[in-house]
């Protein structure tokens, strides 16, 4: 068995306030302790709406920031890891990023591949980014929001080893939630998703988020669903060794079985 105990911190970030942000997410560590891991949103740090590159920059963080300093001794100190969606600055391009820091060390950080609608006028997508961590001898992989709904993603991920996926989200369509049944399925993985709620208006612009963070066995099974307006912590302990059984029949091995041959790329 390879157990772990992972927290959907689904909340409501401030807008452009990476300090009461930062704040809020250990007061909410704090007050659900016993998870291994914290999963929160997509850009929990800095909120999602940007209405200019002026806005991105402001909240953007570099590898070097002392946030991450912070976020890695907290997490040091009690022995856990924090998954989360960021800005992020690259030498002056801007990526919608996510990283997996845990117990003081920066295991990974992933940077959006496909990017949603007005995303594309702030950041830059990412190439080749697909990659599997290590953590308590489980491989876990990481895709954003909008990502879900290319098939490749969560395939490329398996492919590579995970035995979860972890996915901070902003989702304002009604589709994802349904389809994280399907995509854990055919991939025969846990997939954790972890959205945001409430509203966010800057200027002309608001988005409703849609909330219900949820956990997906490999058989399709939600092993839970959180509320789709109301701010909620909860912890969920799994087996990731489930993951590692890839056969749907006695003759059929859902890796094994692939035909990349006869597959248009």
Same mark, same amino acid.
């Given at each position: 068995?390879?157990?772990?105990?992972?927290?959907l911190v689904?909340f409501?970030p401030?807008?452009?306030?990476?300090e009461?942000?930062?704040e809020?997410?250990f007061?909410?560590?704090?007050q659900?302790?016993?998870a291994?891991?914290?999963?929160?949103?997509?850009?929990?740090?800095?909120?999602?709406?940007?209405?200019?590159?002026?806005?991105?920059?402001?909240?953007?963080?570099?590898?070097?920031?002392?946030?991450?300093?912070?976020?890695?001794k907290?997490t040091?100190?009690?022995?856990i890891?924090?998954?989360g969606g960021?800005?992020?600055?690259?030498?002056g391009?801007?990526?919608?990023?996510?990283f997996?820091?845990?117990?003081?060390?920066?295991?990974?950080?992933?940077?959006?591949?496909?990017?949603f609608n007005?995303?594309?006028?702030f950041?830059?997508?990412?190439?080749?980014?697909? /990659? @599997?961590? $290590?953590?308590?001898?489980i491989?876990? %992989?990481?895709?954003?929001?909008? *990502?879900?709904?290319?098939?490749?993603?969560?395939?490329t991920?398996?492919?590579?080893?995970?035995n979860?996926i972890?996915?901070?989200?902003?989702?304002v369509?009604?589709?994802?939630?349904?389809?994280?049944?399907?995509?854990?399925?055919?991939?025969?993985v846990?997939?954790?998703?972890c959205?945001?709620?409430?509203?966010? /208006? @800057?200027? $002309?612009?608001?988005?409703?988020?849609? %909330?219900k963070s949820q956990?997906? *066995?490999p058989?399709?099974?939600?092993?839970?669903?959180?509320?789709?307006?109301?701010?909620?912590?909860?912890?969920?302990?799994?087996?990731?060794?489930?993951?590692?059984?890839?056969?749907?029949?006695?003759?059929?091995n859902?890796?094994?079985?692939?035909?990349?041959?006869?597959?248009?790329?």
């Open positions: 068995m390879k157990e772990v105990k992972i927290a689904q409501k401030n807008h452009l306030n990476i009461k942000n930062l809020r997410s007061d909410l560590i704090e659900n302790q016993g291994d891991i914290y999963l929160f949103p997509e850009l929990y740090l800095s909120g999602y709406l940007f209405t200019s590159i002026e806005e991105v920059k402001k909240v953007a963080l570099r590898s070097d920031n002392i946030v991450f300093d912070t976020i890695k907290y040091k100190d009690k022995k890891a924090i998954i960021y800005a992020e600055d690259e030498s391009r801007f990526f919608n990023s996510a997996f820091i845990a117990e003081g060390e920066f295991l990974l950080n992933y940077r959006k591949v496909h990017l007005e995303e594309k006028l950041f830059s997508p990412s190439f080749n980014d697909y /990659k @599997v961590t $290590k953590y308590r001898d491989n876990f %992989g990481i895709m954003i929001c909008f *990502d879900w709904i290319f098939p490749e993603a969560a395939r991920l398996t492919l590579k080893g995970a979860i972890l996915h901070p989200s902003n989702l369509l009604p589709y994802c939630q349904d389809a994280m049944i399907t995509r854990a399925l055919e991939n025969r846990f997939i954790a998703t959205n945001r709620v409430g509203t966010e /208006k @800057v200027g $002309k612009k608001k988005l409703a988020f849609t %909330g956990i997906v *066995d058989s399709g099974k939600r092993l839970i669903q959180l509320p789709s307006s109301k701010e909620t912590v909860k912890i969920v302990k799994i087996d990731a060794s489930l993951s590692e059984n890839k056969n749907i029949t006695n003759l059929n859902l890796l094994q079985d692939r035909r990349p041959d006869q597959y248009i790329m």
